[in-house]
């Protein structure tokens, strides 16, 4: 399996930071990588697919770059929104991998 | 409106079964995949399985592998997931997400959950 490895586990920011997540494959996986948002006690909602491709409806301020093994997801201005948990997640195997996650939270 | 309605989950002694279901509406239904995703209390997002749009395709964690089997019923805009053989760390809410494309590749939406408890 293709192992995913988020850092940091956490990130403590405040309104108006730019923020960066990492996310490293095990082995290069294209561009076959998406990002997830989840708010505690909700269903994650899809943030970015195909590495840098942004879902209809995400707020500009969010990117995605990177392809092969070393991915990053930015956030350009934090907002009060945004604190939440990021997961990555591989879709080269057909076994879909989650990295652990990146909790996002207040300064 | 993409609605995803996961039901079935309680629970259930270790070795045990349970099937879940998740209803679908709001987009045709036989063009997409569906995968379930799981996610232990206070852990993380965990992929267990996936379906391709017409049922013939499926897909297994190693950690499921064996124990559960996913099907759907494209006259009924359901997908199921049987699990057998239950153990404690089966204990998860389920999300079933859909896909944007035939064959499994991410989730672009997802439903609420159905929690999973394997316990004595």
């Known amino acids: 399996d293709i192992q995913m490895t988020q850092s940091p586990s956490t990130l403590s920011a405040s309104v108006g930071d730019r923020v960066t997540i990492t996310c490293r494959a095990s082995q290069s996986i294209s561009s076959w990588l998406a990002w997830y948002q989840q708010k505690p006690g909700k269903a994650p909602e899809l943030l970015i697919y195909k590495a840098s491709d942004l879902q209809n409806g995400v707020p500009s301020r969010f990117s995605g770059s990177g392809s092969g093994t070393e991915f990053t997801l930015t956030i350009s201005s934090l907002q009060p929104d945004d604190f939440a948990t990021y997961y990555c997640q591989q879709y080269r195997s057909y076994s879909r991998t989650f990295g652990q996650g990146t909790k996002v939270e207040i300064k | 409106e993409v609605q995803l309605l996961e039901s079935g989950g309680g629970l259930v002694q270790p070795g045990g079964s349970l099937r879940l279901s998740c209803a679908a509406s709001g987009f045709t239904f036989r063009n997409y995949a569906i995968n379930w995703v799981r996610q232990a209390p206070g852990k993380g997002l965990e992929w267990v399985s996936a379906v391709g749009g017409s049922g013939g395709s499926t897909y297994y964690a190693d950690s499921v592998k064996g124990r559960f089997t996913i099907s759907r019923d494209n006259s009924k805009n359901i997908v199921y997931l049987l699990m057998n053989s239950l153990r404690p760390e089966d204990t998860a809410v389920y999300f079933c997400?859909?896909?944007?494309?035939?064959?499994?590749?991410?989730?672009?939406?997802w439903g609420q959950g159905t929690l999973v408890t394997v316990s004595s």
């Open positions: 997400t859909k896909g944007p494309l035939t064959v499994p590749t991410i989730s672009d939406y």
